[in-house]
């Protein structure tokens, strides 16, 4: 047996001269065998493509109308059934927890085992949404400087949230662009910064005070020119002048003001660091995502009158943290001295012009009621800070007044760490014990305080691979002793079961075009192999003169055949690798592509999505076809040996076949009519 293995190895080598390998001298003849070769790394190559092209379409579909996530998967939105709300216990299903640290919940025991184990192969972050009109985050509107928080019904805050007419020229966000256009509202998504949409998006720069804007959504609906027309009206001017009086094209703003509610009835403008995405995944059209610790520390604000939005890095004069500038006064106006420096008062309206109109307004409100003609006062609103004064008085050319006496508001120090609020501990009282605690009999130390003690809504993140209409069912069934807990919107569901129904006619489709190939390509090997077999009958006769046996020659060319396939699946490999380069990178110069980049939230659009491993990070291209491609060397490999192994058969090559059989090529009848 080993001897005939030998010689088959040997024809293998020198017929194919190992295609072109150095010091491997090639024999005339062998082309059969480099047909066979080739044939079979276009059947490997074939068989590989068909299993990833259909798994490709699969998974595009999915992310096409669900969005994706590097590392994370596709985001399921969705909320909880009336009265319910989301905390540790709800979460702890969920493979992450749901962003709650270990041990702060516990999963409810009368949950089925089944859907739990479901869930916990998922990731789960809660989301508070912000509307237009939402109290905790908004886009700067014409008069949001004298808008009451509190009072959300009053045509104050309508008109501070951004419904003022568009004959004042306030419109910031334009609802629609068109008069048949489809109207979008504002709608922003405060979220966890380990939230995969806001992480993958913001990337290094992601923190506390950076948002992640659409740029799909704020080149088609923000107005920047109006946006500035505003801000200008609150700002002072050495802040306005950091941003941009206009732009080529919006993605040049790397810093926006959003208005932040600084106490139940005053707003502040704070500026936030921007990060451009082409468009957030999901259906939803999501115009901005913040992060937890701006938008609790407003709920806190908002909820508790003794709290303030004031951040470490307000100080005053003496660099003490959590101080805001609330006024300050030119003292002794009346005096030559002064009068020589105020001059004809055109200093004093520079002033007022730099610390801007609503400063102004702040200003005159102040000064009516009091009568002071020695001492004049300034009021300024919580966007101006002392460093900012001086800058303003410098320009009007004051810096040298020989009095300026500033006026501070002191804030209890409150820090914002993600979904927690640490404060001191009268500062969040609440005598109910419900949003704080009831008392302070330990001393007015720093506590935590969860402004969001439930959450009403999330995203649960589906890893490839896993069935979506099994998760959304599994999602559904999940409760506890009180019901079920997670609702998914009927337009929403409605969407997925129609994804899902695609996604299985496009896999029956898949396997009848996969088996026609299938058929095509056993065809194509079989007209190869069976001639190739007939062509070295003579030989196989000679090998059975010299005594080899029959099952001796069967091992020969099957491990022929199996040495054809493995040099064919280095040429597949490299085959593969060739066209899927092309077509990736063709893929990602289309249309199609871009579409799915600026419609769809896709950041890198691929016709075969990369796997990931168990942390979540992408792996490279080879391993995404690695399993078809072994399947596809698998299925040539068992092809190859039963049509050789047949062929022989039908020669027929058995034990009792003679030499001259194989070699005079027939077999001859004895002859039965001698007695």
Known sequence: MIFAITLAIKEYVRGTGLFGLPGVQKSKGGHDLVSLTLLSAIVIGLVTFSLSAGRGVTENITQAMLGH??????PIWVFTNIGRGLDANALAVFANRGGYEPGEGVAPSEADPEVQQALGRLSFYPVVELEQLDPLVQLPAAGIGDAAVAGADTAAFAQASGAASSANGSDVWRKKVTENDVSVEFRAWAVDLKNPVYAVNAGDAAGPRTVVLSKKLFRERF???NYRKVIAAQLPAPLLDDMPVSLDDLTELHGIYLALPFSIDEWRLLKFNVVWADSLPGIQKISMLIP????????????????????????????????????FTLVGVDRPKSQKLIGDGSALALLDSCLSARAREKTRKARASRQDSSNLLFEVPPSVSWVTAQACLSRAGLGDYHDVRPGFDSSPPVTARGRTIEAECESIRDPSGQSGPSNCDTGNAKMLYRPEAYFRAGLVFVPPGVDIADTIRNIKQYGDSKGKLFLIGETYQDALGRMDYTQKVIGYLTAAVAMLGFLLCASALYLQIRPLVAARLPTYGLLLARGIHAYSIYAAVAVQMLIAVMIASI???VLVSAIYVAFEWMFGQSTAAHVARVEFGLSEPRLIPLPVDAAGHELSWLTSVAPSLSIGVAVTALLTLVFALTSLLGIPLRRTTTPVELIVGRRDKPDRSRP
Do not use: H, I, S, W
């Open 292 to 327: 937890f610790d701006m938008v609790m520390l407003a709920k806190a604000v908002r909820n508790k009158a003794a709290l303030r939005f004031v951040l470490e890095e307000d100080v005053n004069d003496y660099d003490e943290p959590f101080q805001t500038l609330k006024r």
């Open 571 to 573: 040429f597949a490999t």
């Open 223 to 225: 107005n920047y020119e």
């Open 69 to 74: 996530v590097r590392g994370a998967g596709a």
